[in-house]
């Protein structure tokens, strides 16, 4: 596995910079939820976010026309620096469960998922991880592409099926919204 970049904890985040100087920020937020009394608190969604301002620029032009900054290729320590991030949470918060979702609008979320499946195969036998794929749809005559992401929580969290049922549920209620 590739060594993780150096990691700046800053206001509640995670801050590092990657080999093309694009700056990452990983950060967990909480989740409000009033639905299952046990889990109030104890539900943050993983994000990070990416500036490119400082990297090389290797604009090209788009399919659709536009123009997107290309970054660089492929960096492994960036995967293991999001991973790493995720270790050192789970190792504060043993009992939070962490929801995950890949965003498609960059066509990255494929890579986005490839990085958490392999943090989870590597630690399957202590973490229990809910795939999810929530259906695109057509929005104002816009294509959406599906979205795919999970929770992750200790396999032997006291509330396991209580969280693998509520999972399941939200799925369900956004699937059934856009159903047709």
Not at 131 to 142: F, K, L, Q, R, T
Request: charged fraction near 20%.
């Amino acid at each position: 596995m590739a060594e993780p970049y150096s990691i700046q904890e800053k206001d509640g985040a995670a801050y590092f910079i990657a080999a093309n100087q694009a700056v990452y920020k990983a950060f967990f937020r909480a989740v409000p939820f009033e639905g299952e009394p046990q889990l109030e608190g104890f539900i943050v969604d993983f994000s990070f976010e990416r500036d490119v301002s400082q990297c090389a620029d290797t604009t090209v032009r788009a399919t659709n026309g536009t123009f997107k900054k290309r970054v660089g290729s492929e960096d492994k320590r960036i995967q293991a620096t999001l991973q790493s991030v995720l270790n050192i949470f789970f190792e504060n918060n043993p009992y939070h469960i962490v929801f995950f979702t890949c965003d498609s609008t960059d066509s990255k979320h494929r890579g986005r998922l490839v990085t958490f499946n392999s943090w989870h195969a590597a630690h399957q036998d202590r973490f229990t991880k809910i795939p999810y794929c929530i259906a695109g749809g057509v929005i104002d005559e816009e294509v959406l592409a599906d979205t795919v992401g999970g929770a992750i929580f200790l396999a032997v969290h006291p509330h396991h099926e209580l969280i693998k049922n509520f999972v399941n549920s939200e799925v369900m209620v956004y699937n059934s919204i856009k159903a047709p």
